[in-house]
């Protein structure tokens, strides 16, 4: 049920992501969900893309350096407490979230979140026994 994200170092500088977001709007590839982590000296910038590969490929061939992470997209009903609930369900279970950023829209009555964690495939068992749906790739329109 994991889906790729790619992560690429960014320089920390003006433009930078300009650069690499017109590059891939250049090769006409979408981006689904976008996060952006920085230290000091440089950002990590982490994305969920329409076509994985073929974004993975322009990166490097442009001399990014990149590479791919499995994560969840988990939905979340977008009421009051729709992520408390999912939150409940991992604290109970004792599993712990490296990090979570939100996906763009959709157009049904979820939110959908990304969730970098160990054991991605028993976590997703996990939710879905409690309920929680994990979108697959297909759901959320990524080759």
Do not use: C, W
């Amino acid at each position: 049920m994991a889906i790729k994200q790619i992560t690429v170092f960014l320089e920390n500088r003006a433009g930078r992501l300009l650069e690499i977001t017109q590059l891939l709007a250049d090769n006409k590839i979408d981006l689904r969900a976008l996060n952006i982590a920085e230290t000091t000296d440089y950002g990590l910038l982490r994305i969920i893309a329409d076509d994985t590969e073929k974004a993975l490929t322009v990166l490097k061939e442009n001399g990014a350096i990149a590479t791919t992470t499995d994560v969840l997209a988990v939905a979340v009903p977008n009421v009051s407490g729709g992520l408390n609930t999912l939150l409940q369900v991992l604290a109970k279970a004792n599993v712990d979230v490296s990090y979570m950023y939100s996906i763009f829209g959709h157009a049904d009555e979820n939110a959908y979140m990304i969730l970098q964690l160990a054991e991605a495939d028993e976590v997703a068992a996990l939710l879905q026994k409690n309920g929680i749906t994990v979108a697959t790739a297909e759901k959320l329109g990524i080759n």
